[in-house]
């Protein structure tokens, strides 16, 4: 069976500021790894996600991460933060098994103070 | 191009009741995938209907049902309403089920908030 941790429920940080968002997974299997982001009252946006190859990948607002083997992690970083960056972001995992069933973290919420 | 719609967005129902709710993936998409937000228990996976085949289904009680229809609108029904069944409920489609390439990404809707009182 699959799991996510996400370490971190909140994250406060000030605008500019760089942050990380921490994802761990469990799994006996080849996995693809994706991270969301939902804003309020909204439902879940792709971020990115990493299914092969670089182990580096980058969404098109500014955000990259890192697929980790050896530490079984995935964790979401931005060198620079903005308000509009405020929202819950969700690490997600999946395998060729599982269709399109995926398993989430609980979420952490990301908090971009001025 | 038109994204998942859901409907109802919003709703109340007393316990007891029962609740249908509508998922009209993104057009060409064949998969949907219905998922359950709740403050204690975060995003759980509830089934996946592909080509009007229940493909996977999560851990819950068979009080929870769906189906999808063959133009790949999907409903999701919840009989007997507990309090504990108070969630936003987000539908997901995507082109196929499985093999998450970079052409079967999976994208969701805004959701259904559910209040059961």
């Known amino acids: 069976a699959q799991s996510v941790t996400q370490l971190d429920s909140q994250v406060p940080v000030f605008e500019e500021a760089p942050v990380e968002l921490r994802c761990n997974y469990s799994s006996s299997v080849s996995v693809y790894l994706f991270w969301y982001v939902q804003y309020p009252n909204q439902g879940l946006q792709l971020l990115l996600k990493y299914l092969s190859g670089s182990t580096l990948v980058e969404s098109i607002n500014g955000f990259e991460a890192e697929f980790n083997k050896s530490q079984t992690s995935f964790h979401l970083r931005k060198p620079s933060v903005h308000i509009s960056d405020t929202a819950e972001y969700f690490c997600?995992?999946?395998?060729?098994?599982?269709?399109?069933?995926?398993?989430f973290g609980g979420g952490t919420r990301l908090m971009v103070k001025p | 191009k038109a994204g998942v719609t859901q409907t109802p967005r919003y709703l109340i129902k007393t316990r007891g009741q029962q609740v249908t709710l509508s998922c009209s993936p993104i057009s060409g998409h064949r998969s949907v995938s219905w998922y359950q937000q709740t403050p204690g228990q975060g995003l759980q996976f509830l089934f996946e209907?592909?080509?009007?085949?229940?493909?996977n289904k999560g851990n819950f009680p068979g009080r929870f049902s769906g189906r999808q229809f063959s133009n790949s609108r999907s409903e999701m029904n919840v009989s007997t309403l507990e309090l504990g069944d108070s969630a936003l409920y987000l539908c997901?489609?995507?082109?196929?089920?499985?093999?998450?390439?970079?052409?079967?990404?999976?994208?969701f809707g805004e959701g259904s908030w559910l209040t059961v009182v």
């Open positions: 209907y592909f080509s009007e085949t229940q493909r």
């Open positions: 997901a489609s995507s082109l196929v089920s499985g093999l998450p390439s970079s052409g079967n990404t999976i994208y």
């Open positions: 997600a995992v999946s395998d060729n098994n599982a269709g399109n069933m995926l398993t």
